[in-house]
Every structure is written in structure tokens, then in C-alpha cells.
């Protein structure tokens, strides 16, 4: 099984790559996970993503396509995985089919999570993250039991720079003019479907079971 989760930043993404990935037991890859990580190793390609990054911008598409076709390629994609935040361009979408025919694969389901801009806003501007140990929380919805402070392993927890509004609404417009076009290009092959990620994250995921269950009837 070889998904791709789709959606504006802020769409609930990687809420709902988490249960995907625990129900059907696949890796979740996300190329912003794998970023995130190379900058706090302060490596040369996480140095160069971050310029990109605190600026609202998409990292180049030769640095991305790089780094998750090293991802691909490793055992745990062997019967299946999830992408979470790759392809983001119509380029990248080209070089990820190029790069699963050589491997012999191709995608299975595109799920596109649709949200609402002001919904959007509003979550990634009350999202924190600890930097120590990862965990997420929303000030609206999952706020930390002390303000600040991350409940799992006590460190602070802050507001990430491109969760700020001035950059969550340049990431918008960005995601409007480069990944929009990818619903076309996946609805062309019929592979793509929509779920409203408006809903609570435990109705949408149920509605993403029921595509995925489709999936499973057809093979």
C-alpha cells in the first residue's frame, strides 16, 4: 500500500499519517520531519532547507527529491508507505513517478485533506513544539498542562517561525500556486480523493479508512 497525503499546511496532515501509520503499519515520510531533523543536526543540507524554511518558501525541488529518494530506497518501504509532504510541485510529482518506476512501484491513493483558510490560520498559530523530544500541542485544542512546558519531557515548548501568521499566510499562498496544481495532476491519473478536514481529526480519519478500505477491495 503506497499513499500520499495531501493538503495546505496546517490541513491536519501528519495527525492523520500518525493513525495511518499505526493502522496499517507502513512509515510515515514526511519530508518536512526528515528537514527538520537535518537542521537540528546542523548538517549542509539542513542548513541550506532552513534558509527556505523560516522564510515561508518551498526547499528546491533537487534538495527534496534527494533526500526522499534516499528514503525510499531503504527496507521499511518495502511493502508500503505513507508521503506526507512530497511531491509539493507538478517537478517533483514528475521525479517521484520517475523514481518509483525504477523501482518497479507506483502510488496507490492520493488523499487530499481540504480545510478552510481561516481554520488553517488559526491552528498553525496556536501550534507549539518541543524542540527536545518533538511533541506537538495546539493552544486551542491540546494545549501543554503547564503553560510552556512540554508535559512528556518538561523542556519548553515554543512557537516554530513558520507557524507564525505572517508566515502561515505566505505559506498558504505558496501552497495555492505550486502544490495546488498536483490535485489536477493526481485526479487526471484517478487515484485522488477528497476528505473534509475541517472535522474533528477522529471523523476525518474515518473517512480516510473508508478510502483506504476501497483500496484494499479492489486488489
Known sequence: MRLLIMGAP???KGTQA???????????????????QEIKDNTKD???ANKYIIKGQLVPDELTISVISKRLQKEDCNHGFLLDGFPRTIKQAHALDQLLAKLDLKLDLVINLNVSKDLIIKRLSGRRVCLKCGATYNLNTNPPKK???????????????????????????????????????????????HVDGNLNFRDTFKEVVKFIGDLDGKH
Open 18 to 36: 500518525k493513525l495511518i501509520t499505526e493502522k496499517y503499519n507502513i512509515p510515515h515520510i514526511s519530508s518536512g520531519d526528515i528537514f527538520r
Open 10 to 12: 496546517g490541513a491536519g
Open 46 to 48: 539542513g542548513q541550506l
Open 147 to 193: 503553560e510552556g512546558i512540554c508535559d512528556r519531557c518538561g523542556d519548553t515548548i515554543i512557537l516554530r517561525d513558520d507557524d507564525k501568521e505572517e508566515t502561515v499566510k505566505m505559506r498558504l499562498d505558496v501552497y495555492e500556486n505550486q502544490t495546488k496544481p498536483l490535485i489536477k495532476y493526481y485526479s487526471d491519473q484517478k487515484i485522488l480523493v
